[in-house]
């Protein structure tokens, strides 16, 4: 039961890691959403199994996604907040991505 556990979350970290690259490329090239059956298309042509359902309880935790539902994933900041502190807009994205780097060196 253990090892199942161990290389679930390893997928389940795979997965993660692979949505956020996706959306930072869509968010980088100045989108603003992407449908959500698309992401899922994506994912599973990659070899990942998910479903829509899946993929929304998974990007609840995601930082640059503002809303999500069965049809449409909308991209921002979370962090939009951190702007109002004195934080610039270059600060906010720093911030994020040095949270994906220690995600990336847990793994």
């Known amino acids: 039961m253990r090892?199942?556990?161990l290389l679930f979350e390893d997928y389940n970290e795979d997965m993660k890691g692979?949505?956020?690259g996706q959306l930072l490329a869509i968010k980088a090239n100045h989108g603003d959403e992407i449908p959500t059956r698309l992401l899922?298309?994506?994912l599973?042509?990659?070899g990942f199994s998910c479903?829509?359902?899946s993929i929304v309880s998974l990007l609840t935790e995601v930082d640059i996604v503002t809303s999500v539902d069965s049809s449409v994933i909308k991209l921002g900041d979370k962090t939009d907040g951190a702007?109002?502190?004195g934080m610039s807009s270059q600060e906010s994205n720093d911030a994020?991505?040095?949270r994906m780097a220690q995600q990336g060196?847990?793994?």
């Open 40 to 42: 899922v298309k994506n």
């Open 51 to 53: 479903t829509v359902d």
């Open 18 to 20: 692979e949505v956020i």
């Open 44 to 46: 599973n042509d990659m």
């Open 3 to 5: 090892i199942y556990e």
């Open 105 to 107: 060196m847990k793994q």
């Open 83 to 85: 702007q109002q502190d």
């Open 96 to 98: 994020v991505m040095d």
